[in-house]
């Protein structure tokens, strides 16, 4: 299954959990909202923070939610192999298996055709 599938399975995934229970759901969208808007840090850099923690607790689903966004906010595949660079340093060795699924994802999303 590509990346591109995985998210898409896992937007279906949120749609169910979403249904199951809205005003969880619902509140916790509010919370992201009011997390990524543009302050002192802009949407992209929060989530660079947000990718670096997902890496470093190993969260697949985030992982592949945060490249997504982060493609969508413009980020380079520089600023993406540092930020994973800084991730493997506070995840260790397992991050290292996180890192490299994080940067195929991105190369999966931003490959031409």
């Known amino acids: 299954m590509s990346f591109k599938d995985q998210i898409s399975a896992n937007a ?3 749609r169910e959990l979403r249904k199951a229970m809205p005003e969880t759901f ?3 969208m509010e919370l992201q909202k009011a997390a990524t808007v543009d302050n002192a840090l802009s949407r992209k850099q929060k989530e660079f923070v947000a990718l670096g923690i997902a890496v470093a607790i190993r969260c697949e689903g985030c992982i592949l939610s945060h490249v997504a966004a982060l493609v ?3 980020a380079t595949r520089e600023e993406l192999v540092d930020v994973l660079g800084m991730s493997v340093q506070m995840a260790g060795g397992p991050g290292l298996s996180y ?4 940067l195929a994802i991105f190369d999966e999303l931003t490959a031409e055709g």
């Open 12 to 14: 279906g995934y949120m």
């Open 99 to 102: 890192a490299a699924k994080a």
């Open 72 to 74: 969508k906010a413009g």
């Open 26 to 28: 619902a509140g916790f």
